[in-house]
């Protein structure tokens, strides 16, 4: 169905998590507002968040959570090696605090606040998950008297005298066309993880990344920006979400939940490459952006398990408490039956043997046997002189059968290739804003990072969404 009117005070490209907080705060602001979602349904990846980035809100007061702001941006200016702006990360991290304190006035509940693994405590947890804070939203923003409109996409915008005068859109069913005037539009659109030729700008490496959104963020706004005239920045940072089961034949998420999954990720675990040769400090799954990192140094990665640690997860549990990494399960009771079925169905990404010889020769794995027997002299004198991995984590392999998993990439978020000022506007070549135009969310997230995501900031990806989606509105507000 078509929007009911022909012209806008805003278009929103987007009803995710930022597009719904701009329409909410677009409301708030009496701006004619519609907003535009290619997908059937509104919430975008928002709906699989855990939890938002926050510095001193209401749940943080109470915990008794202090934390210095200028240290925070310290810390993470040196993270992204200087690539995140450093004012606008400022000024995301000292309204960060209050955009909670907003949501949660908007009846969006959190369950707690902390940090998760090494990292600043600052994921604000939604009760219910971000399903449930994107219906909050949604609720607000229609009760508010924001227009929605879903399978239809925004296939380029209009442009006179270079200001962003509207959008052609499209019935994603039909494919026809239609146009709509807009004094300003908003691109919300999740930036570019489910665009494969988009991430290999980023990763020339990219067959073994596995996205794990929704399939809709494909780089629309970027693309729609460039063609008005936007900068081509930096592709900035892609959210690994460490080392996950390379399956060519199913989709990513099937294994998301996998007991085996997270077996092959613990620190504990030996990591070979397609040599049989170890190449990290296995604890490097203390941050899942830099165990994606380390395992794409590799032409092939595998977790090689012995039979004493698949009884360890599944009878004591995991060897730590999870870092960053993704989500383990506090039991593995799975995992056995998870191995027997794989094994049963064949599938390639795992591979089981009596001996470690056996195991060698299947995978093809040469220096297998003698990485292990080095391995297992490592852990004996309880010092890895070869990578440093924590003594805590040296766990030997002795006990058949073997199992060999290769693993992949996980990927969660893509987020670059636009450059905004303060007020999210979006900025051309020259460093000036395209008249009408303001890009949010991860849409605009590549300002925040350099190369390499930030877990030490968690929920950021969503806080900012948040920040972003209100900032952009209440900035357009004020310049008219
Ligand atoms: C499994 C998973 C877990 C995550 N967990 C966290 C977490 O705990 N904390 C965190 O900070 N981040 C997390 N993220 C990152 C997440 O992407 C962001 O936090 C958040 O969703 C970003 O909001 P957004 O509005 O930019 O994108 P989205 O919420 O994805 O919304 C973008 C919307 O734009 C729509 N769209 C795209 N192109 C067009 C077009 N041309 N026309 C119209 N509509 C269009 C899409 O269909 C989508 O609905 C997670 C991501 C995934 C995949």
Same mark, same amino acid.
């Given at each position: 169905?078509?929007?009911?009117?022909?012209?806008?005070?805003?278009?929103?490209?987007?009803?995710?998590?930022?597009?719904?907080?701009?329409?909410?705060?677009?409301?708030?602001?009496?701006?004619?507002?519609?907003?535009?979602?290619?997908?059937?349904?509104?919430?975008?990846?928002?709906?699989?968040?855990?939890?938002?980035?926050?510095?001193?809100?209401?749940?943080?007061?109470?915990?008794?959570?202090?934390?210095?702001?200028?240290?925070?941006?310290?810390?993470?200016?040196?993270?992204?090696?200087?690539?995140?702006?450093?004012?606008?990360?400022?000024?995301?991290?000292?309204?960060?605090?209050?955009?909670?304190?907003?949501?949660?006035?908007?009846?969006?509940?959190?369950?707690? @606040? +902390?940090?998760?693994?090494? *990292?600043?405590?600052? &994921?604000?947890?939604?009760? !219910?998950?971000?399903?449930?804070?994107? #219906?909050?939203?949604?609720?607000?923003?229609?009760?508010?008297?924001?227009?929605?409109?879903?399978?239809?996409?925004?296939?380029?915008?209009?442009?006179?005298?270079?200001?962003?005068?509207?959008?052609?859109?499209?019935?994603?069913?039909?494919?026809?066309?239609?146009?709509?005037?807009?004094?300003?539009?908003?691109?919300?659109?999740?930036?570019?993880?489910?665009?494969?030729?988009?991430?290999?700008?980023?990763?020339?490496?990219?067959?073994?990344?596995?996205?794990?959104?929704?399939?809709?963020?494909?780089?629309?706004?970027?693309?729609?920006?460039?063609? @008005? +005239?936007?900068?081509?920045? *930096?592709?900035?940072? &892609?959210?690994?979400?460490? !080392?996950?089961?390379?399956?060519?034949? #199913?989709?990513?998420?099937?294994?998301?939940?996998?007991?085996?999954?997270?077996?092959?990720?613990?620190?504990?675990?030996?990591?070979?490459?397609?040599?049989?040769?170890?190449?990290?400090?296995?604890?490097?799954?203390?941050?899942?952006?830099?165990?994606?990192?380390?395992?794409?140094?590799?032409?092939?990665?595998?977790?090689?398990?012995?039979?004493?640690?698949?009884?360890?997860?599944?009878?004591?549990?995991?060897?730590?408490?999870?870092?960053?990494?993704?989500?383990?399960?506090?039991?593995?009771?799975?995992?056995?039956?998870?191995?027997?079925?794989?094994?049963?169905?064949?599938?390639?990404?795992?591979?089981?043997?009596?001996?470690?010889?056996?195991?060698?020769?299947?995978?093809?794995?040469?220096?297998?046997?003698?990485?292990?027997?080095?391995?297992?002299?490592?852990?004996?004198?309880?010092?890895?002189?070869?990578?440093?991995?924590?003594?805590?984590?040296?766990?030997?392999?002795?006990?058949?059968?073997?199992?060999?998993?290769?693993?992949?990439?996980?990927?969660?978020?893509?987020?670059?290739?636009?450059?905004?000022?303060?007020?999210?506007?979006?900025?051309?070549?020259?460093?000036?804003?395209?008249?009408?135009?303001?890009?949010?969310?991860?849409?605009?997230?590549?300002?925040?990072?350099?190369?390499?995501?930030?877990?030490?900031?968690?929920?950021?990806?969503?806080?900012?969404?948040?920040?972003?989606?209100?900032?952009?509105?209440?900035?357009?507000?004020?310049?008219?």
């Amino acid at each position: 169905m078509w929007p009911k009117a022909k012209q806008y005070d805003l278009v929103i490209v987007g009803g995710g998590l930022s597009g719904l907080v701009a329409a909410v705060s677009a409301r708030e602001q009496q701006l004619s507002t519609l907003v535009l979602e290619k997908g059937r349904s509104i919430g975008g990846d928002g709906n699989y968040v855990e939890g938002a980035m926050g510095v001193d809100s209401y749940l943080q007061k109470a915990a008794g959570i202090d934390i210095n702001p200028t240290e925070l941006l310290q810390d993470e200016l040196a993270y992204s090696h200087y690539e995140a702006n450093a004012p606008h990360l400022k000024k995301y991290i000292d309204a960060s605090g209050g955009v909670i304190d907003w949501l949660h006035n908007l009846g969006v509940k959190f369950a707690k @606040v +902390g940090p998760q693994g090494k *990292s600043w405590s600052t &994921i604000h947890t939604f009760a !219910g998950g971000g399903h449930a804070a994107v #219906q909050t939203l949604y609720a607000n923003a229609t009760q508010a008297g924001a227009e929605f409109v879903t399978s239809v996409s925004a296939q380029r915008l209009q442009q006179h005298d270079g200001h962003v005068t509207g959008v052609v859109i499209m019935d994603e069913n039909t494919g026809q066309t239609h146009e709509i005037a807009a004094k300003n539009v908003l691109l919300a659109t999740g930036g570019y993880v489910d665009n494969p030729d988009l991430v290999k700008t980023r990763v020339a490496d990219n067959h073994r990344l596995m996205a794990v959104s929704d399939g809709k963020s494909t780089g629309d706004g970027m693309q729609l920006a460039w063609q @008005v +005239g936007a900068k081509h920045y *930096s592709m900035g940072a &892609i959210q690994y979400g460490g !080392g996950a089961i390379y399956d060519k034949t #199913q989709p990513p998420f099937v294994h998301m939940a996998s007991q085996l999954a997270a077996a092959a990720t613990q620190e504990a675990i030996l990591w070979v490459n397609e040599r049989g040769e170890r190449f990290v400090n296995e604890d490097v799954n203390d941050n899942m952006c830099h165990a994606g990192s380390a395992i794409l140094t590799q032409a092939r990665t595998f977790s090689i398990l012995d039979q004493a640690a698949v009884d360890h997860l599944t009878n004591v549990g995991l060897y730590k408490e999870v870092g960053n990494s993704p989500i383990s399960p506090e039991k593995f009771d799975q995992l056995t039956s998870e191995i027997d079925d794989t094994l049963k169905q064949h599938a390639k990404y795992l591979t089981s043997a009596a001996t470690l010889a056996e195991l060698a020769e299947k995978l093809n794995l040469p220096a297998l046997p003698a990485t292990v027997a080095r391995y297992n002299d490592i852990v004996a004198h309880g010092q890895d002189a070869d990578f440093g991995k924590a003594a805590d984590y040296l766990t030997g392999l002795h006990q058949g059968p073997f199992y060999g998993v290769e693993l992949g990439v996980g990927m969660a978020c893509a987020l670059g290739g636009l450059r905004v000022d303060n007020q999210n506007a979006v900025l051309n070549d020259h460093g000036y804003p395209v008249p009408g135009l303001y890009a949010v969310g991860n849409d605009a997230a590549g300002m925040l990072v350099g190369d390499t995501y930030a877990v030490t900031l968690p929920g950021s990806t969503a806080g900012y969404a948040a920040f972003s989606g209100r900032n952009a509105v209440l900035s357009m507000v004020n310049a008219s």
